[in-house]
């Protein structure tokens, strides 16, 4: 708030003061939230929640039928095309995927699990992460398809 003086008198004699609020400051600090809002918001929807992997994984092509699951309860494991293992957006080594394999077995037993392999993987990686889930007492497994 800027207080200032008229530079002429006023009527009695004495000088005027005038009050005068300058919205500027404000109006650049409401933008710049604004702009963070925005910046966060995408990253967090980028970022994916409830399962989502977050990261593009080009599925091959399949049947257009669905399978459909009556379990109440899923676990998507990425596989990328470079070899690597995605669960829940992060890239977990064969030993963390055991655990969080058992986890989700402790969780819930009719756990399903889905495998999102990139076209590229091999086959034998595939097979590796469902031996995987065999393993942990998990049984119902799906392979996730593009439809063609």
Do not use: Y
């Amino acid at each position: 708030m800027a207080i200032g003086k008229l530079p002429e008198e006023d009527a009695s004699g004495g000088e005027g003061v005038f009050a005068e609020i300058n919205i500027t400051p404000l109006t650049d600090i409401f933008l710049v939230l604004l702009i963070i809002f925005m910046v966060t918001s995408s990253v967090i929807v980028q970022a994916g929640t409830g399962g989502q992997t977050g990261v593009h994984v080009t599925l091959p092509k399949g049947s257009k039928n669905d399978v459909r699951t009556t379990a109440p309860s899923s676990l998507a494991i990425a596989i990328l095309a470079d070899g690597r293992t995605v669960v829940g957006g992060t890239v977990v080594t064969p030993e963390e995927l055991k655990e969080r394999l058992v986890a989700a077995r402790a969780h819930d037993a009719d756990t399903t699990v889905i495998v999102q392999a990139d076209a590229g993987v091999a086959h034998g990686k595939v097979v590796e992460v469902m031996e995987a889930a065999r393993a942990a007492g998990l049984d119902r497994l799906a392979i996730a398809t593009q439809a063609p």
